[in-house]
T-cell receptor, first 114, second 119 residues
Framework: KAGVTQTPRYLIKTRGQQVTLSCSPI?????VSWYQQTPGQGLQFLFE???????NKGNFPGRFSGRQFSNSRSEMNVSTLELGDSALYLC?????????????FGPGTRLTVL | AQKITQTQPGMFVQEKEAVTLDCTYD???????LFWYKQPSSGEMIFLIY??????QNATEGRYSLNFQKARKSANLVISASQLGDSAMYFC????????????????FGAGTQVVVTP
């Protein structure tokens, strides 16, 4: 079974631009969560999607948004990029919520904002 | 407020020795899960072990075991017989599982412990 894939792996953007990151979960998984990892703030939860619905959102500004498609693939978008958005963005998929459900992580997208 | 605390920023351990990584947590949710992940320099988060709040026995997975002390809100990871490939950042995480809207799909992570295994 293929693991969680994220594209692109590396991205360089300039301030003010927007960016879209993609995450393909493990086949059959319907929950996708996104995390931002920075040296200063550590790992922070962005949002979670389940069956095309955003069910949970972390404390991030509205510039961070996401969506999930009917095949469970998810995208996150960051508009009007700031230097502080430079980070490793990780997505994780899970088969379903309730009980023990391990979150399987992808390799991440490393975003650099210049 | 910080819900997961890892007090050891970094540790050196000799190959073949055991190492204990500390993790304390804070929650009022009676149902929760505790996770440990390993993150090599490549960046990918690798699941190691899970402990549910209602589990009676400490979890074990190969060379990994979790020392769960519920009353002390402690979930320390023990790695036995360390190997050079164990060098990585280790994260403790918690998911509150009462399934309120604030908990769906959300892992809360500690700051991590950098482990370096020396020959």
């Amino acid at each position: 079974k293929a693991g969680v894939t994220q594209t692109p792996r590396y991205l360089i953007k300039t301030r003010g631009q927007q960016v879209t990151l993609s995450c393909s979960p493990i086949s059959g998984h319907r929950s996708v969560s996104w995390y931002q990892q920075t040296p200063g703030q550590g790992l922070q939860f962005l949002f979670e999607y389940f069956s095309e619905t955003q069910r949970n959102k972390g404390n991030f500004p509205g510039r961070f948004s996401g969506r999930q498609f009917s095949n469970s693939r998810s995208e996150m978008n960051v508009s009007t990029l700031e230097l502080g958005d430079s980070a490793l963005y990780l997505c994780a998929s899970s088969p379903e919520t309730g009980g023990f459900n391990e979150q399987f992580f992808g390799p991440g997208t490393r975003l650099t904002v210049l | 407020a910080q819900k997961i605390t890892q007090t050891q920023p970094g540790m050196f351990v000799q190959e073949k020795e055991a190492v204990t990584l500390d993790c304390t947590y804070d929650t009022s949710d009676p149902s929760y899960g505790l996770f440990w992940y390993k993150q090599p320099s490549s960046g990918e988060m690798i699941f190691l072990i899970y402990q549910g709040s209602y589990d009676q026995q400490n979890a074990t997975e190969g060379r990994y075991s979790l020392n769960f002390q519920k009353a002390r809100k402690s979930a320390n990871l023990v790695i036995s017989a360390s190997q050079l490939g164990d060098s990585a950042m280790y994260f403790c995480a918690m998911r509150e599982e009462s399934m309120t809207t604030d908990s769906w799909g959300k892992l809360q992570f500690g700051a991590g412990t950098q482990v370096v295994v020396t020959p």
